[in-house]
């Protein structure tokens, strides 16, 4: 029994709860998990997978169930048994390493990863130096990072290293991102660069997947309205992080994250009368809707969906899995 929750014969306080639109898993993580629960039918378990497949315990957790075996490397993988690579891309040793030993291996990087792994090594190829806009040790900067020879990328994450960054030797320059990043600041970070370096291409919108700007976008309306904002998604969960601080540079009075509904401290619903309810991308929804279920629990709830776009990409699995 809940002893937090009202007793029935108590009148509700009413609360409006704001949904975003779009929320939740994008099409690189549902291919991700699609993997997983494929290669698990298909090859029985275990399958292994090096590192979290997308940043979520509860995904995780439910993918050990089936049958999943996270390790952090390759060599705690055995000879005989398939291994998936995470949705955040690996370093070029990795695949090689798996082919060495003749390993069956699934590449689960999104392919939107993959666009900037391509777009990196063709600046390589052309003498340039990259810099790379992202956070140390996120997986999918080690994995860009990795595509190319030591010294050929340069690691940006703040304004002040957009500041001081100093170009190696007379190389000429180009730039990537890597997927998750708030917008705004990856902005404002390329704007010192340009501002220093010309030469750097104009940023585009899209150098920032299209399910994180998605959010964000989704998110700062979301945030026009709240006094209160809930994201569902976990704290190693880059593109979660950024939604809490958008939603907080859009306005909303507060903002928190979330694993699930049993983390939400029910003292910062006091004084509160809209809540805003979104996913990061790697959150599935049933974490959502308990959420909501929980705000119904405890207060006379009029749920409203804000308007937007329906996202309708879909990426495409593995042949050795389809055939």
Same mark, same amino acid.
């Given at each position: 029994?809940?002893?937090?929750?009202?007793?029935?014969?108590?009148? @509700?306080?009413?609360?409006?709860? +704001?949904?975003?639109?779009?929320?939740?898993?994008?099409?690189?993580?549902?291919?991700?998990?699609?993997?997983?629960?494929?290669?698990?039918?298909?090859?029985?378990?275990?399958?292994?997978?090096? /590192?979290?497949?997308?940043?979520?315990?509860?995904?995780?957790?439910?993918?050990?169930?089936?049958?999943?075996?996270?390790?952090?490397?390759?060599?705690?993988?055995?000879?005989?048994?398939?291994?998936?690579?995470?949705? /955040?891309?690996?370093?070029?040793?990795?695949?090689?390493?798996?082919?060495?030993?003749?390993?069956?291996?699934?590449?689960?990087?999104?392919?939107?990863?993959?666009?900037?792994?391509?777009?990196?090594?063709?600046?390589?190829?052309?003498?340039? /130096?990259?810099?790379?806009?992202?956070?140390?040790?996120?997986?999918? %900067?080690?994995?860009?990072?990795?595509?190319?020879?030591?010294?050929?990328?340069?690691?940006?994450?703040?304004?002040? &290293?957009?500041?001081?960054?100093?170009?190696?030797?007379?190389?000429?320059?180009?730039?990537?991102?890597?997927?998750?990043?708030?917008?705004?600041?990856?902005?404002?970070?390329?704007?010192?660069?340009?501002?220093?370096?010309?030469?750097?291409?104009?940023? /585009?919108?899209?150098?920032?997947?299209?399910?994180?700007?998605? +959010?964000?976008?989704?998110?700062?309306?979301?945030? &026009?309205?709240?006094?209160?904002?809930?994201?569902?998604?976990?704290?190693?969960?880059?593109?979660? %992080?950024?939604?809490?601080?958008?939603? @907080?540079?859009?306005?909303?009075?507060?903002?928190?994250?979330?694993?699930?509904?049993?983390?939400?401290?029910?003292?910062?619903?006091?004084?509160?009368?809209?809540?805003?309810?979104?996913?990061?991308?790697?959150?599935?929804?049933?974490?959502?809707?308990?959420?909501?279920?929980? @705000?119904?629990?405890?207060?006379?709830?009029?749920?409203?969906?804000?308007?937007?776009?329906?996202?309708?990409?879909?990426?495409?699995?593995? +042949?050795?899995?389809?055939?």
């Amino acid at each position: 029994m809940d002893l937090m929750a009202p007793s029935p014969a108590v009148a @509700l306080r009413p609360l409006t709860v +704001r949904m975003a639109t779009p929320r939740g898993f994008c099409a690189g993580v549902d291919r991700a998990i699609q993997i997983v629960e494929r290669a698990i039918a298909k090859f029985g378990a275990p399958v292994y997978v090096r /590192h979290e497949i997308v940043h979520n315990k509860h995904v995780v957790d439910r993918l050990k169930a089936l049958g999943a075996v996270f390790v952090k490397e390759l060599d705690e993988c055995p000879d005989d048994r398939p291994v998936v690579f995470s949705a /955040h891309g690996v370093p070029k040793s990795v695949p090689a390493t798996a082919r060495a030993r003749e390993l069956l291996f699934l590449d689960a990087t999104c392919p939107l990863v993959s666009k900037v792994h391509v777009e990196a090594e063709r600046h390589h190829a052309n003498g340039r /130096h990259i810099i790379l806009i992202g956070h140390a040790g996120h997986p999918e %900067v080690v994995g860009t990072m990795g595509q190319l020879p030591d010294g050929a990328i340069s690691l940006v994450e703040t304004v002040e &290293d957009a500041e001081t960054f100093q170009r190696p030797g007379e190389q000429p320059l180009a730039y990537a991102t890597q997927t998750t990043l708030s917008l705004d600041d990856t902005s404002e970070i390329l704007r010192v660069l340009k501002g220093r370096f010309p030469e750097l291409p104009d940023p /585009h919108k899209e150098d920032i997947c299209y399910a994180t700007t998605n +959010r964000q976008d989704a998110v700062k309306k979301l945030a &026009d309205g709240s006094d209160l904002v809930l994201v569902v998604g976990s704290k190693n969960s880059s593109n979660s %992080v950024r939604l809490v601080e958008v939603a @907080l540079r859009a306005g909303a009075a507060d903002a928190r994250l979330i694993d699930d509904a049993s983390h939400i401290d029910w003292g910062w619903l006091e004084g509160v009368s809209t809540v805003g309810v979104t996913a990061g991308a790697s959150a599935p929804e049933p974490l959502v809707q308990a959420v909501v279920e929980a @705000l119904r629990q405890r207060f006379d709830v009029t749920l409203a969906d804000d308007p937007g776009e329906p996202e309708t990409v879909t990426f495409k699995l593995p +042949r050795a899995l389809t055939g």
